[in-house]
């Protein structure tokens, strides 16, 4: 079986790590698994260690990344698209491989006009493709397809190899508070400075993640915002890869899976919520659709909700310890793994990737 993942953004830094992650676990199973991107990979990355064959594209010309993609298309067996835009028409290339367009976002714009948009669009995408592949029902719900397509769920996964249980945390006197995730205005993020500065001073906030060049001007003015409101010496703005994350996720007291609480994020799953628990770290984290669904199926010692609102962050931060207490319970903690499984990329690729592709070439 040869399986060609395509997708848009940078690989395989902050932006891909899924299809990193599937094209790793397809090659040790024995499977040929090829990733073609449409962008350049990061420098901080471009020397990982791949076990498979990386094609970067050109995207500033449609004609020409068709072109650039045809030769790999023709090779395949599967080719699983992470939909993006403007390579919707592949299946045309060819139509020996089998196609699997997978979703995995509603748009995430925060301009209502401009996200119904993009989201008929995201409708309109699979017309052409064999399968259907959504992260949760929430997803699939909010993006049924137009023309009646097989559809199947592949869950939002993290790395097992790089976020897996921290040791206790050793006392220090201080209350870390983390934010792993995208960098930029969308995120709101100056909503967590001004937390941060109604905080006593034990407590301290690290923004770590990634982001374009065009979003660093916005991790400048978290600074700025920071040195305005008295809590600049308590900020720390970090941008690092994924591989070096755990050791920051080790050290703190609360890891904040934060979105604005705004429509386009309700059903979406923050990743990084995941991967802190995997890591053993208590979360706190707004309260959308999915968070509040997901908490029901974890345990409500595993994740604390807030609204998003300043007022509301700033009260749950002060009165976690209660919390983080319950959350580090060893029969809290024993049985924490096996709840998180189903959410690993090794657990998915064994049990829902390699059987669907079996599945659509006939050899199940």
């Known amino acids: 079986m040869r399986v060609l993942f395509v997708r848009h953004g940078l690989f395989p830094g902050y932006l891909a790590p899924e299809t990193k992650e599937w094209a790793k676990h397809l090659w040790r199973r024995g499977v040929h698994a090829e990733v073609a991107v449409l962008g350049e990979r990061t420098p901080e990355s471009a020397a990982d260690p791949l076990e498979f064959p990386v094609h970067c594209i050109d995207p500033s010309n449609t004609f020409l990344a068709y072109r ?94 790089l976020f897996f249980p921290c040791p206790p945390p050793v006392p220090d006197g201080g209350k870390r508070l983390l934010y792993h995730g995208a960098v930029r205005p969308l995120r709101r993020l100056d909503e967590l400075v001004k937390v941060l500065a109604r905080l006593p001073v034990e407590f301290t906030l690290t923004i770590v993640g990634g982001g374009s060049a065009a979003d660093d001007s916005y991790r400048q003015s978290l600074g700025g915002l920071a040195a305005s409101l008295g809590c600049a010496d308590r900020l720390h703005l970090l941008k690092k890869p994924q591989a070096e994350i755990r050791p920051l996720i080790e050290g703190a007291y609360l890891c904040l899976g934060y979105v604005p609480m705004l429509e386009c994020y309700q059903d979406q799953f923050v990743i990084k919520t995941i991967e802190a628990l995997a890591c053993h770290r208590p979360v706190l984290a707004t309260a959308t659709r999915f968070t509040t669904s997901f908490r029901e199926a974890m345990g409500h010692d595993r994740l604390l909700l807030t609204d998003g609102t300043v007022d509301d962050m700033v009260a749950k931060i002060l009165g976690a310890d209660e919390f983080v207490r319950r959350f580090r319970a060893p029969d809290n903690l024993a049985t924490l793994a096996e709840n998180l499984a189903p959410y690993s990329f090794r657990h998915i690729v064994g049990t829902s990737l390699v059987p669907l592709y079996e599945t659509m070439l006939g050899n199940a």
């Open 68 to 161: 650039a993609l045809r030769p790999l298309v023709e090779r395949a067996d599967i080719v699983h698209y992470v939909l993006g835009k403007r390579l919707e028409f592949m299946p045309l290339l060819s139509r020996r491989p089998k196609f699997v367009f997978n979703h995995i976002s509603v748009s995430v714009t925060g301009r209502a006009l401009e996200d119904w948009a993009i989201n008929m669009g995201k409708r309109l995408q699979p017309f052409l493709a064999d399968h259907v592949v959504f992260t949760d029902e929430a997803l699939a719900a909010a993006l049924k397809p137009i023309r009646r397509i097989p559809t199947s769920l592949l869950p939002v996964g993290y790395p097992d190899d």
